[in-house]
């Protein structure tokens, strides 16, 4: 068998309310040492034994609490977890959970996921060994056993009473086994991450600590008359993205706005800029001391060559007269390539309509370190949403298909990038630095 048998899926750990629950920590461990995304899932009094911060730190999942709850984009919890899951496993399972479970009664999440699931499901039962002798416990373990469940027997040994007897929760290791057994063979249920429950973003650490960073968000307006515009539909979610996790990462900000339609962190020294002409403007201008720039801006290509000054009124026809503006990150590219040391990041973004070729070619004439392409006209990308798919383009290697992600998980996977870049940046030039002054130590000498 594989090292990581669990690699792929998803495995829904449902935890109830027995002194057993620290043991779900432990069982987590090991499921993600198997390869294995876990959603946990606790009873109310399950989360009196084990604080669900301690679940949600393992997993980077928020604990589902209660069956009323419904994620940060609006879908109901316990369906997502029951549609996406490839196994559920309750552990530990209590004499009273069992019952609920057998009747059928969706008072609790975990009882509401089990039920709402056509994933295979596996029940660790822990409790005194009087409550799991009872004939209503083994009537409803066999009732379960009848609905297709696995039932790892609790062990025997010293239980919580002092006493000593069989109702212990299996070893971790046979828990884990039965998962891996029950999911042999069955094709992965929810391979796109879009579909299962949203992982937390990955924690980074304060990697852009002391670092300058310039991003541009959302379209521009270019004015027709004092009252209308050419606009396009980006929303500015996807620069806002980018600047809240690289602030997360301990950067200093600056946000260039341009027609936004979300909130904008507040710890970001914003620049409203709604023009191209005003964005060129002020991004150049906060490029000269910035580590990197990256130019998620949606930025009108035409302009109207004159921009009424009074309203226009109704007539039979109008036609505007459009002029190209400004590529800015071109501009910015050029600055940086011939005139700024030590050179910042450039990093582009290319919203393409079907094939993403055309991206590889504009990478190399932005003269980016990076571009970010994506087809908008896809699903799940583009504007407006929370999600997007997108190639990296790094000019001279082979583009990168990143899978579906929400939008704060691509700007941290390639802030992770650009502080891989500002590292090896900094690493050359101190290594530059020491063989001048090596050589001209060696000059002096000579
Ligand atoms: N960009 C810019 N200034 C412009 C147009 C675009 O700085 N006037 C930037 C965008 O912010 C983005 C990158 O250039 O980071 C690519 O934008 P895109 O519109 O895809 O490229 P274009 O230069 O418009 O190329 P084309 O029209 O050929 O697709």
Same mark, same amino acid.
């Given at each position: 068998?594989?090292?990581?048998?669990?690699?792929?899926?998803?495995?829904?750990?449902?935890?109830?309310?027995?002194?057993?629950?620290?043991?779900?920590?432990?069982?987590?461990?090991?499921?993600?040492?198997?390869?294995?995304?876990?959603?946990?899932?606790?009873?109310?009094?399950?989360?009196?034994?084990?604080?669900?911060?301690?679940?949600?730190?393992?997993?980077?999942?928020?604990?589902?609490?209660?069956?009323?709850?419904?994620?940060?984009?609006?879908?109901?919890?316990?369906?997502?977890?029951?549609?996406?899951?490839?196994?559920?496993?309750?552990?530990?399972?209590?004499?009273?959970?069992?019952?609920?479970?057998?009747?059928?009664?969706?008072?609790?999440?975990?009882?509401?996921?089990?039920?709402?699931?056509?994933?295979?499901?596996?029940?660790?039962?822990?409790?005194?060994?009087?409550?799991?002798?009872?004939?209503?416990?083994?009537?409803?373990?066999?009732?379960?056993?009848?609905?297709?469940?696995?039932?790892?027997?609790?062990?025997?040994?010293?239980?919580?009473?002092?006493?000593?007897?069989?109702?212990? =929760?299996? @070893?971790? $290791?046979?828990?884990?086994? &039965?998962?891996? %057994? /029950?999911?042999?063979?069955?094709? +992965?249920? #929810?391979?796109?991450?879009?579909?299962?429950?949203?992982?937390?973003?990955?924690?980074?650490?304060?990697?852009?600590?002391?670092?300058?960073?310039?991003?541009?968000?959302?379209?521009?307006?270019?004015?027709?008359?004092?009252?209308?515009?050419?606009?396009?539909?980006?929303?500015?979610?996807?620069?806002?993205?980018?600047?809240?996790?690289?602030?997360?990462?301990?950067?200093?900000?600056?946000?260039?706005?341009?027609?936004?339609?979300?909130? =904008?962190? @507040?710890? $970001?020294?914003?620049?409203? &800029?709604?023009? %191209? /002409?005003?964005?060129?403007?002020? +991004?150049? #201008?906060?490029?000269?001391?910035?580590?990197?720039?990256?130019?998620?801006?949606?930025?009108?290509?035409?302009?109207?060559?004159?921009?009424?000054?009074?309203?226009?009124?109704?007539?039979?026809?109008?036609?505007?007269?459009?002029?190209?503006?400004?590529?800015?990150?071109?501009?910015?590219?050029?600055?940086?390539?011939?005139?700024?040391?030590?050179?910042?990041?450039?990093?582009?973004?290319?919203?393409?309509?079907?094939?993403?070729?055309?991206?590889? @070619?504009? $990478?190399?004439?932005?003269?980016?370190?990076?571009?970010?392409?994506?087809?908008?006209?896809?699903?799940?990308?583009?504007?407006?949403?929370?999600?997007?798919?997108?190639?990296?383009?790094?000019?001279?290697?082979?583009?990168?298909?990143?899978?579906?992600?929400?939008?704060?998980?691509?700007?941290?996977?390639?802030?992770?990038?650009?502080?891989?870049?500002?590292?090896?940046?900094?690493?050359?030039?101190?290594?530059?630095?020491?063989?001048?002054?090596?050589?001209?130590?060696?000059?002096?000498?000579?």
């Amino acid at each position: 068998m594989s090292a990581r048998p669990l690699e792929g899926r998803l495995v829904v750990l449902g935890v109830t309310g027995s002194i057993a629950a620290y043991k779900a920590a432990e069982l987590v461990r090991a499921l993600v040492a198997a390869g294995a995304e876990v959603q946990p899932a606790m009873t109310h009094s399950a989360s009196r034994f084990l604080g669900p911060l301690t679940l949600e730190t393992l997993t980077r999942h928020r604990v589902q609490l209660d069956p009323l709850e419904l994620l940060a984009d609006s879908r109901i919890g316990h369906i997502v977890a029951a549609d996406t899951a490839d196994v559920v496993v309750v552990a530990p399972a209590t004499a009273r959970w069992m019952a609920a479970m057998a009747g059928g009664l969706a008072d609790d999440v975990v009882t509401a996921i089990c039920l709402a699931t056509a994933a295979p499901v596996v029940v660790a039962p822990a409790m005194d060994g009087g409550m799991w002798s009872h004939p209503a416990t083994r009537a409803n373990a066999e009732r379960l056993r009848g609905y297709g469940y696995a039932i790892v027997e609790p062990e025997e040994g010293p239980l919580a009473s002092g006493a000593s007897g069989r109702g212990r =929760l299996a @070893e971790t $290791a046979a828990i884990v086994a &039965a998962v891996e %057994a /029950a999911v042999t063979g069955r094709p +992965v249920r #929810a391979p796109d991450a879009a579909l299962r429950p949203p992982l937390e973003p990955e924690r980074r650490g304060a990697d852009l600590e002391g670092r300058r960073i310039v991003v541009s968000a959302g379209g521009t307006a270019e004015p027709i008359d004092p009252v209308r515009f050419i606009g396009n539909r980006s929303s500015g979610r996807m620069g806002a993205a980018v600047a809240e996790a690289a602030l997360d990462r301990g950067a200093v900000v600056v946000l260039v706005a341009g027609t936004v339609s979300v909130p =904008l962190p @507040e710890r $970001a020294e914003v620049r409203h &800029a709604e023009t %191209a /002409a005003a964005m060129r403007e002020v +991004v150049l #201008a906060a490029l000269a001391d910035a580590d990197a720039l990256v130019m998620a801006a949606a930025v009108a290509d035409f302009r109207p060559q004159r921009a009424a000054e009074e309203k226009l009124t109704r007539r039979a026809g109008l036609t505007l007269e459009l002029e190209p503006t400004e590529d800015i990150l071109a501009e910015a590219a050029a600055l940086a390539h011939e005139r700024l040391r030590p050179r910042p990041v450039l990093v582009g973004f290319a919203a393409e309509t079907g094939s993403l070729d055309r991206a590889v @070619e504009k $990478a190399a004439r932005k003269r980016v370190d990076l571009l970010v392409a994506n087809d908008v006209a896809e699903e799940g990308s583009g504007f407006g949403g929370d999600t997007n798919r997108v190639t990296i383009v790094v000019p001279g290697s082979a583009p990168e298909r990143w899978p579906l992600l929400s939008k704060r998980e691509v700007a941290d996977r390639l802030l992770d990038r650009v502080a891989a870049l500002l590292d090896a940046r900094d690493a050359s030039r101190q290594t530059g630095q020491a063989t001048r002054s090596m050589r001209a130590t060696e000059e002096s000498r000579a």
